[in-house]
């Protein structure tokens, strides 16, 4: 039989109860040593959950196996814990609830402030003519059941917009202290303005109010609905008119008129203009007060005018239009030359056209535009002129301007033309030339003139422009005159000069050794090397060379710039620097030469090739000079005797 311990022992039991062939036995009973019941299973519901209960004995085996099976199924089902949820429905329901209400509270405004409760209304007239007192007014009524306090009410007004007096100020916004207004109080704020703008111009002019409520920190605010002004009309028209079709080069000529529209006088008119990039400005008629895009009208009686008259070049491509914009109107109070309120403006619109000539310059046969030359070389300007319309042009006149320092008498030859000494141009027209009477398209008139040159003139030069002036059959606002225009210049270049010299005991060292040298034994020289510009500045200059195998750098040099000496590749650098026109530098530098059996009888070279390189100031072109290598040959004008730069045996 087993043990009571496996009698106790659940699985055991249920074993025993269903095994085959087995014979219960009686089972002897024991008493059960009391003992604290304790509650190993939380949160199940078992027959020994409490401590008041306690297991009963089994007194037989069918006993045994009921309460059994009776744990087996109670240790299988848990309790459900049913009040958390309960917990949870009703914590939803509550917020749900609290949430509604607070809600309600606010919305239909049972609080004691709130921003809905300040009205502010802005009114005022419909239009009104510029110039004009518009008068306004703002109310502003607090609702609410508290008074609000630090009341401002702030105006925000258009551009144009001036105090209501004599030369009254701009107004941008202003702000006017109401400090505070009670529950249920109406504050009315009247206003009066002068607006000024074009004809039609629509003006918004914007109200608002800030406050604050007792013991809040905070800021409210709230703007009215913003009203329009109409401007009905405009003290001031201003007209523009021009010719709408211009060829590029040609100068075109702008009339504006400002007349003025108002019973009153008007003063302190300003005019400016906006211009396009292929308007380049030349005068104006009268001219202008400030730049070139600015007029002051002092005073414009009713019915008065004020005419200006605009000159500009265009340059720019074919069918491009261009517009030019113009305004009148008050001048700013803190700067008369800056526009405060527009009262009229107007554009005017021009199309570009193909130019009506091609007129190509070229110097010595080249027409790039530039030429640089070489001081004593005539210059040949020849001046290509072409008809592009596709209709003849008439009584074609060219002026060519030849400007500079090299034009003057004695250098000027001119072959068909005629030169005006009063205006120093070169002219040629009809009278002197029956070709030019009509120019057929593409045809193709040439004129040209010489210029000498002149070696001693610093920084030569001179530039040639060229008006070609035409007309051709009349179209509805097309210039009848046609002008076209050309530029070239021509430069002369500088010439730079290198020298160099060997001497013995020339200058600030003392040289030794014998001359004519002797082998094996070391004689010092002094070379002096000296850079020249010619009629221009010269600019970033640098002279290199080199020593042979056998000379020695001693490290003694005095002069002009700096001078360096790289002992591997036995090269000097001497970086003179600028040269102005005419002028010198020069440096001189010590060497020593040890001859050799092998150079017996002959003479030895101190220096390599000598190379200069710079630049020209003016013309912009790189200039260079060399010179051969330099010979220990001194010269016979120092009192050597002749073949002193033999080396001699020992």
């Known amino acids: 039989m087993a043990g009571i311990k496996d009698q106790e022992n659940i699985d055991e039991l249920r074993r025993r109860l269903y095994e085959r062939g087995d014979t219960l036995e009686s089972s002897t009973r024991h008493q059960l040593t ?41 240790v299988k089902t848990p309790t459900k814990r049913r009040y958390r949820k309960f917990v949870l429905i009703v914590s939803l329901i509550f917020f749900f609830i609290t949430a509604t209400l607070s809600s309600l509270y606010l919305f239909f405004g049972a609080n004691q402030i709130s921003a809905t409760n300040v009205s502010i209304s ?9 110039g004009e007192t518009l008068p306004m007014q703002v109310s502003i009524t607090n609702q609410n059941s508290v008074a609000i306090e630090s009341a401002t009410l702030i105006i925000n007004y258009p ?68 009203q329009s002004v109409i401007i009905s009309s405009s003290p001031l028209v201003l007209r523009v008119t021009g010719i709408d079709k211009i060829s590029s080069g040609q100068e075109l000529e702008v009339r504006l008129q400002l007349k003025s529209n108002s019973s009153l006088v008007q003063r302190n008119i300003l005019i400016s203009a906006s211009y396009p990039n292929s308007f380049s400005f030349v005068k104006s008629e009268p001219e202008a007060v400030y730049g070139d895009n600015s007029w002051l009208v002092k005073e414009l009686k009713p019915e008065e005018t004020f005419d200006i008259t605009l000159h500009g070049k265009i340059a720019g491509l074919s069918s491009e239009i261009s517009e030019i914009q113009l305004k009148a109107g008050n001048p700013q109070l803190e700067n008369q030359f800056m526009m405060g309120a527009v009262l009229a403006q107007s554009k005017f619109n021009y199309t570009i056209e193909n ?31 072409t008809n592009t319309l596709t209709e003849p042009i008439y009584d074609m006149r060219v002026e060519l301007k030849p400007r500079g320092n090299l034009i003057r008498e004695g250098l000027l030859v001119v072959e068909r033309g005629l030169y005006d000494s009063d205006s120093k141009n070169i002219k040629f027209d009809v009278s002197g030339d029956v070709t030019l009477a009509e120019v057929k398209p593409n045809e193709t008139r040439e004129f040209s003139f010489k210029v000498k040159p002149d070696p001693k003139q610093t920084t030569a030069s001179f530039n040639v422009s060229a008006d070609i002036y035409a007309r051709r059959i009349d179209e509805t606002q097309v210039a009848e005159s046609l002008v076209g225009n050309a530029l070239t210049e021509v430069k002369y270049s500088s010439v730079a000069t290198l020298g160099s010299q060997l001497g013995y005991s020339d200058g600030p060292f003392t040289d030794s050794g014998p001359v004519p040298p002797v082998v094996e034994t070391a004689t010092t020289y002094t070379v002096t090397l000296a850079a020249s510009s010619g009629v221009n500045d010269m600019v970033s200059a640098v002279v290199t060379t080199s020593l042979p195998q056998y000379m020695t750098w001693l490290e003694k040099t005095e002069g002009d710039g700096q001078i360096e000496y790289n002992p591997v590749s036995k090269q000097i650098r001497w970086s003179v620097g600028e040269v102005l026109a005419g002028q010198n530098k020069t440096i001189k530098f010590q060497v020593s030469l040890l001859p050799t059996t092998t150079q017996v009888g002959r003479t030895a070279l101190v220096t390599g090739p000598q190379e200069l390189r710079a630049s020209d100031s003016f013309t912009g072109v790189s200039l260079r000079a060399s010179n051969p290598a330099l010979s220990n040959e001194l010269s016979t004008e120092l009192g050597f005797v002749k073949k002193n730069g033999e080396i001699q045996s020992r």
Do not use: H, M
């Open 34 to 74: 009391p003992c604290p019941v304790v509650n190993v299973s939380r949160g199940w519901d078992t027959p020994w959950s409490t401590p008041a209960q306690s297991l009963s004995t089994v007194d037989t085996i069918s006993q045994d196996n009921e309460i059994a099976n009776e744990v087996v199924e109670v």
């Open 122 to 130: 802005l009114s005022t007239e419909f239009s009104i003519a510029a």
């Open 159 to 226: 551009p144009g917009t001036r105090a209501n007096e004599e030369n009254g100020k701009d107004l941008y916004e202003e702000r006017i202290t109401l400090e505070t207004i009670t529950p249920g109080q109406a504050k009315n704020i009247p206003l009066r303005v002068v607006l000024y703008g074009e004809e039609n111009d629509s003006k918004e002019i914007k109200a608002s109010v800030e406050y604050r409520i007792a013991g809040s920190n905070g800021t409210f605010f709230k703007e009215a609905v913003p």
């Open 355 to 385: 130019p009506f000539t091609n007129v190509v310059f070229s110097i010595n046969g080249d027409s790039d535009g530039e030429a640089v030359l070489d001081p004593n070389t005539e210059a040949v300007v020849t001046v290509k002129v």
